[in-house]
């Protein structure tokens, strides 16, 4: 059999865990951050301040720095473009491109021949590619 004390113990905890009440909350642990102090203005002017300078200047300023990526970004793009359309020129002008669909080999001989007799074979080979084949 379980103890009153023990039922007591657990009927507190629900209390404090299901309560709505905010006393029985535990105390918030603050952190160790201080408010640090700005000086901003508190409405908006029509003067502008005299570092910003103008538009022109702040654009040079920003165009001027490039990041790294941006520029690898962009080499990558420009290399797709080239590598595409040479490509697509090798893909349409057939280029020097080795094909065996171009090479054509033909068998002449007689198509029976006596047991343990000599087959005399010629073998020609063509070659319609516009590289030369090795071997």
């Known amino acids: 059999m379980i103890d009153d004390s023990k039922l007591r113990r657990i009927e507190d905890l629900q209390k404090k865990l299901f309560s709505r009440d905010p006393s029985r909350l535990p105390p918030k642990r603050q952190g160790i951050l201080h408010a640090t102090p700005h ?12 570092a910003a300078g103008t538009m022109k200047e702040t654009m040079k300023r920003v165009t001027a720095h490039t ?7 962009i080499f990558a793009a420009i290399f797709f473009v ?6 697509l020129y090798m ?21 029976f021949t ?6 005399p074979l010629q073998i020609e080979v063509t070659n319609k590619n516009p590289v030369a084949l090795q071997y």
């Open 114 to 119: 006596s047991g343990g007799e000599d087959l």
């Open 82 to 87: 080239i590598a595409v359309g040479f490509g």
């Open 39 to 50: 000086d901003a203005p508190r409405t908006w002017s029509d003067v502008v301040p005299a």
């Open 91 to 111: 893909f349409k002008t057939g280029g020097n491109s080795v094909s065996t669909d171009n090479v054509a080999i033909s068998v002449l001989g007689n198509a």
């Open 67 to 73: 990041p790294f990526f941006k520029k690898f970004f």
